[in-house]
Structure formats: C-alpha cells, structure tokens
C-alpha cells in the first residue's frame, strides 16, 4: 500500500496542486501623488505695513464706550498717514467686547467701535473701498477671565491687514 501511495504523494508535490509559493506583487503602488501646489514662500511684509500693524494694535476702549482716546488716534493717524502713501494697503476693522452684557448687546457695540475707527481713517482721507468693517463682539477674546485686566484687553478693535494682492498679512494686529 505504501509503494501505491509514494507515485500519488510525487504527483502532488510536483503538479500546481501541491503548495506553491506566492509571486511576488507586481503591482507596487506608486508613492501618493501630491496635488496641492508648492507651498509659497513667506511673503515679505514691507516696513510699512508692519509699522501699521504695531500702530493698529494700540487701539483700546473704555468700558461700555465707541469712543476713541488719545493714543488710539494717534495711532490711527501715524496708519492714514501711511495709507495715503501706499495706495495698495486696506483694512479689515474688527470690533470686540468683553464678556459683560448680551450678545446682541456686545455684538452691536464691537459694531459702533469698529465703526468709529472707520469713521476716524474715513475723515483722515481713506477711501471706504479700503476699509471693510466687522463685528465679533465677546466671541474672541484676547484675554480669558473676569478680571478688569482681561476686561480691558477684550475691549478692542483688531486689524487685519491686506495689501497687494489682498492676502491677509500673517501677524496680523490686536495681540
């Protein structure tokens, strides 16, 4: 019986049937294909915009107050200054509360703050094609808390700056 089997176990062992061993994949894939384009360089902010950009970031508020102070329009006019150079700069005007009062309530006066630095660069001259206008009222506060410290901090308007081609330029103001 044994010598039956032997041309059986032959047979399997040497036809397809009998353990094969796997090829090998031909079908790699390839490494992912990218299709985002090249990341630019970073742009080189021009010595005057960043000069507005440390100007903008002066602009403070008193509690439950549009109105602007002294330093504020200082520093708004050293930026309309600046703008009435360079003709390619604009300005996003974002105005901020703090946490105290509705949100209806703080979203209408970040909206008088902003306006009232629109209105400021508006009388300096600034086209109002230059000048875009927003409010976030209490929702981005600069500082948490509910300190008079982080109260003063979160009563704001923030700048963002574009110029050339209308890229916002990084760092922006209002830290």
């Known amino acids: 019986m044994r010598l039956a089997l032997l041309p059986l176990t032959a047979l399997l ?3 397809p049937l009998g353990c094969k061993k796997k090829a090998p994949p031909t079908d790699i894939p390839d490494a992912p294909v990218s299709t985002d384009p090249k990341p630019e360089a970073p742009k080189v902010v021009p010595e005057h ?3 507005m950009l440390a ?3 002066k602009v403070y508020f008193d509690f439950d107050a549009a109105m602007l102070n002294a330093d504020s329009k200082a520093a708004l006019d050293a930026n309309a200054a ?3 150079q360079f003709p390619d700069v604009k300005v996003e ?3 901020n509360a703090d946490e105290r009062g509705t949100t209806d309530y703080n979203l209408a006066l970040g909206q008088k703050r902003a306006d009232a630095v629109t209105k400021y660069l508006l009388a300096r001259g600034i086209s109002s094609s230059r000048l875009k206008v927003v409010s976030y009222g209490e929702e981005r506060p600069a500082a948490v808390g509910s300190s008079e ?4 901090q979160n009563r704001r308007a923030e700048f963002v700056v574009t110029y050339g081609a209308g ?3 990084q760092g922006t103001t209002g830290n």
């Open 167 to 169: 890229a916002p330029v």
């Open 49 to 51: 915009v960043q000069q």
């Open 82 to 84: 600046i703008m009435g």
């Open 13 to 15: 062992v040497l036809s």
């Open 93 to 95: 005007v974002q105005g």
């Open 149 to 152: 410290t982080a109260y003063a």
């Open 55 to 57: 100007n903008f970031s």
